[in-house]
């Protein structure tokens, strides 16, 4: 039986998933199993992809599904003892399966999941532990207002640390203790089912924690695609339905898109500022919405 199940989902980008996989080949020695959620891949794609990593346990999913659905369709099936989530646009450096299988065996019973130091491509820190969230603190979030790599309680820059949620980008958990919190909540369609997971994991009994003498490098592209009039509105509709569906965040959100709306429309038109208004216009439309986040991403994707 395999020590991790290791699970990625990768949309039809072999030239991400290659380097990644070949990087947790080379770095690791603990003996794993690896599933590679193959999400709308081309049939040359596909092909190509058992081809060259017949160690791969390949699962089809052509189907209209989200990060959460997506990984519980490779989870549901994990043999190992730990289940090591990552994203395809990762690299290792360092053995960082190894070491984080290392560090939760040497940690309290309770101790569920822990994660890596994550950086982007440029070597900045992205994150490295991560404290817990409210509509308070998605507000400032919002106004891009919450900066994670700062030093506190639930971030620091050296050592194995108490933290208490994830960044769904990197972890590795206790496949028993994902399966009792019943693997990722899959009314969420973009986010926030990495924070998600850490709240359910506190309120379950379970510590979580972080390893920031551990990295991996995860390359983030920051670029804004027409999708993102889909994305959004189905992320802030997700982010409603962890809240709780506050009313005063909701009219917070709308005010501040209609603010959006008003600043795009008296820009000079481009490609980017057209994408900007008609997101912030959809968002608009939904953030009181009752839809779900999968309802609201299909609904906007099919028009664009």
Not at 6 to 12: E, H, L, Q
Request: proline share 6%; glycine share 4%.
């Amino acid at each position: 039986m395999p020590e991790v199940s290791i699970v990625i989902v990768c949309m039809n980008r072999p030239d991400i998933l290659f380097p990644c996989l070949d990087s947790i080949r080379v770095q690791n020695q603990v003996a794993y199993e690896c599933w590679v959620v193959a999400y709308k891949f081309s049939p040359e794609n596909l092909k190509e992809l058992k081809e060259k990593y017949p160690w791969v346990q390949v699962v089809e999913s052509n189907g209209l599904r989200g990060f959460a659905e997506n990984n519980n369709l490779a989870l549901k099936q994990a043999q190992g003892r730990y289940c090591f989530v990552v994203n395809d646009d990762t690299l290792q450096q360092v053995p960082v399966i190894d070491r984080l299988v290392a560090d939760i065996e040497k940690l309290p019973e309770n101790a569920a999941a822990v994660s890596p130091r994550i950086l982007l491509a440029d070597g900045r820190l992205q994150t490295c532990g991560r404290g817990p969230w409210s509509p308070w603190r998605y507000a400032c979030h919002y106004l891009h207002q919450v900066d994670e790599t700062r030093p506190s309680r639930w971030n620091r820059s050296a050592g194995l640390f108490q933290t208490f949620t994830l960044n769904g980008a990197c972890f590795l958990i206790k496949t028993e203790a994902f399966r009792k919190v019943g693997w990722f909540d899959e009314r969420y369609f973009f986010t926030p089912e990495d924070i998600a997971l850490g709240h359910q994991l506190n309120a379950s009994g379970y510590t979580v924690w972080a390893d920031a003498d551990t990295p991996i490098t995860h390359l983030a592209g920051g670029s804004v695609s027409a999708m993102e009039a889909a994305i959004k509105p189905a992320r802030v509709r997700g982010s409603m339905l962890f809240y709780g569906e506050p009313f005063l965040l909701k009219s917070f959100i709308w005010c501040f898109e209609l603010a959006r709306v008003v600043k795009y429309l008296v820009l000079p038109r481009t490609p980017r500022r057209d994408i900007m208004h008609k997101t912030a216009r959809n968002v608009m439309r939904t953030v009181f919405s009752h839809r779900s986040p999968k309802e609201i991403f299909s609904k906007y994707c099919n028009n664009l």
